[in-house]
């Protein structure tokens, strides 16, 4: 993904002051999820199986459901989700009721998608982000979990200014400091973009602004489909730069739910495209995911032309299945 120029700068309210939490300097709290599970949470009410639900008899049918609807992929959270205590809370028990390890988005950073705007929005104002991000850890409390926060945010900073970088900086270490406090068993992966966007070394200096130090990790390749050796030459290059500049490093995710035929140079609904491995612990990263769920728009753009980001289009599903 990527991102025209802010209408109004982030202005963090002084109320945020009092919602922020101190960030632990060293590691992340947070207890082994895979070791508190048996294999990852498919979403009985994803995108994909809500269509399958409603098509039964669609000749395309089979083909999504086995190749996409049973495959375990994120759930991405944001200002459409209600009550976001309440609808983390029940994804997570969900989950948990079946020993299953579920994946989930934190997708409502302010000014969201600030420089290409198919997915523009999130939350109104920092303290507002603040409050919601805090909800959003105290739902899933200490059942097992796997966050990827904020696909885009850190990429994004070439359409803001520096006090927005900041303010944006400031919002994303409180984020990684509730996880901590309030959901000690979830692995969070602060998002690195990928590899085609911004350089190992930028990428590693915008990573430690943003707290990645307290956090589990970073991910990679979110809603994009560059190869998955090339995430890993990519996420490598940062920890080298993490451990040499600032003395550490972190495990990374690679988003593989549409890299299975690479990148043909653009990101938004390209053709030809291909579902990646399914998700599973290893595979050269900690664990490849499937974040983007394959079938969701990226917007009015590609093959998604006439569409909204995020809404399910059984054709590009399907011809993500078998590369067309």
């Known amino acids: 993904m990527r991102r025209a120029l802010p209408k109004l700068s982030l202005l963090l309210a ?9 960030v632990h300097p060293g590691t ?3 207890a082994d999820p895979t070791t508190m599970t048996g294999g990852f949470y498919v979403d009985p009410d994803s995108s994909a199986q809500q269509w399958l639900n409603a098509n039964p008899g669609d ?9 996409i609807a049973d495959v375990p992929t994120a759930r991405w959270f944001g200002n459409w989700s209600g009550t976001i205590g309440t609808a983390t809370g029940s994804f997570v028990g969900a989950a948990a009721a079946r020993g299953k390890l579920p994946i989930l988005v934190a997708y409502n950073i302010p000014d969201r998608d600030i420089c290409a705007g198919q997915s523009g929005g999130g ?12 909800a959003f850890a105290d739902g899933i409390g200490n059942r097992p979990a796997v966050v990827v926060l904020e696909p885009d945010s850190l990429g994004d900073e070439s359409c803001m200014t520096q006090t927005q970088i900041s303010e944006r900086n400031a919002l994303l270490r409180n984020a990684i400091a509730q996880f901590n406090a309030k959901a000690r068993n979830t692995w969070v992966y602060l998002d690195a973009g990928n590899p085609a966007w911004l350089s190992a070394e930028t990428m ?9 130090r307290g956090a589990h990790g970073f991910s990679l390749n979110v809603s994009n489909v560059y190869p998955t050796a090339q995430n890993t030459a990519y996420g490598d290059a940062v920890n080298a730069v993490l451990g040499a500049a600032k003395g550490f490093t972190k495990p990374y995710v690679i988003d593989t739910s549409r890299n299975g035929n690479g990148s043909d ?6 053709a030809g495209r291909r579902i990646g491995t399914p998700t599973r612990a290893g595979g050269g990263a900690e664990m490849l995911l499937w974040i983007k769920a394959p079938g969701e728009s990226d917007g009015n753009c590609g093959t998604g032309t006439g569409s909204t980001a995020g809404q399910f289009l059984p054709q590009v599903a399907y011809n993500l299945v078998y590369g067309y």
């Open 28 to 30: 992340a709290y947070a």
């Open 204 to 212: 590693a200096e915008h990573l430690a602004a943003a707290g990645v």
């Open 123 to 134: 939350a109104g104002s920092g303290a507002a982000y603040a409050s919601w991000i805090a």
């Open 14 to 22: 002084p109320a945020l002051a009092g919602l922020l939490v101190a």
């Open 59 to 67: 000749g395309r049918a089979p083909a999504i459901r086995s190749s």
């Open 265 to 270: 140079g653009t990101w938004c609904n390209p």
